[in-house]
């Protein structure tokens, strides 16, 4: 038996894999369940795991997959296997021979736009504000949609559990605003580079690490400035 707090978490992280094949961040997690702390969410996904439901998967961030569903709702069989965290994901050695939609024969003639990368953005303690451009990826156009965009090479942990882990490539569509809960790239008094995501509440503005390690640094809005916000990643395995 589940209580009701288990099965609700179980329904939202199997909807979630279902919409986008991607687990839900701890703190949506906490929201959707209306608990006060992480830590109530940890204590129900160990319960889950402990039951069979659900399973993480090693050395992966944010990476859960669900085993079965209750009887009442599926009948107990077991479901399918999903990937977890690939959508939006680019693998960056983009010359092997695979069968995709980039990289299949019949799709040669989809257009690309080649995105500057502008150096290092840390996911941790801020590093330098951004660099001059050091090289060019490309990406499918249409993944893109409009505005100007560039790229950034991650360091640090302080993202994973939004999925974003040091060494990725983040490609980041230039803006000066964001709304709440969006994962931006913010320059600190105009010395520091950073990728969080923003929260804005009253004549405060906090920059929120996506990792329970790291605490949330609270700001001034004349302190920050908005350089854009992320729209997709690169990997390389």
């Known amino acids: 038996m589940l209580t009701k707090k288990q099965l609700e978490l179980l329904l939202f992280i199997d909807s979630r894999l279902k919409e986008s094949g991607i687990p839900p ?3 949506e997690m906490k929201l959707a369940l209306e608990l006060k702390s992480k830590s109530g969410i940890h204590r129900l996904i ?13 050395n992966r961030a944010r990476a859960l997959e669900v085993l079965k569903l209750p009887e009442a709702v599926s009948g107990q069989q077991d479901l399918p296997s999903r990937k977890t965290f690939t959508p939006e994901v680019i693998e960056g050695d983009l010359s092997r021979n695979r069968t995709d939609p980039l990289h299949d024969s ?3 003639d989809v257009p690309t736009l080649e995105i500057p990368v502008m150096g290092r953005i840390a996911a941790g303690v801020p590093i330098e504000a951004i660099q001059n451009k050091s090289h060019s990826v490309a990406m ?3 993944m893109l949609g409009n505005g100007e965009h560039y790229a950034l090479e991650v360091r640090g942990d302080s993202m994973v559990d939004a999925g974003i882990l040091d060494g990725d490539t983040v490609v980041v569509r230039k803006c000066r605003t964001a709304e709440n809960g969006e994962i931006v790239v913010a320059v600190v008094d105009d010395e520091e580079a950073t990728l969080k995501r923003i929260r804005k509440k009253g004549g405060t503005v906090a920059l929120e690490a996506a990792n329970p390690a790291y605490e949330t640094r609270i700001f001034g809005p004349d ?9 997709a990643l690169f990997r390389r395995y």
């Not at 160990?46 to 993480?56: M, P, Q, S, Y």
């Not at 302190?223 to 729209?231: E, H, T, W």
């Open 46 to 58: 160990t319960a889950l795991e402990e039951r069979g439901f659900i399973r993480r998967l090693p």
């Open 140 to 142: 499918p156009a249409d």
């Open 223 to 231: 302190r920050i400035s908005v350089q854009g916000k992320m729209v």
């Open 106 to 108: 019949s799709n040669q």
């Open 25 to 27: 961040s701890f703190d």
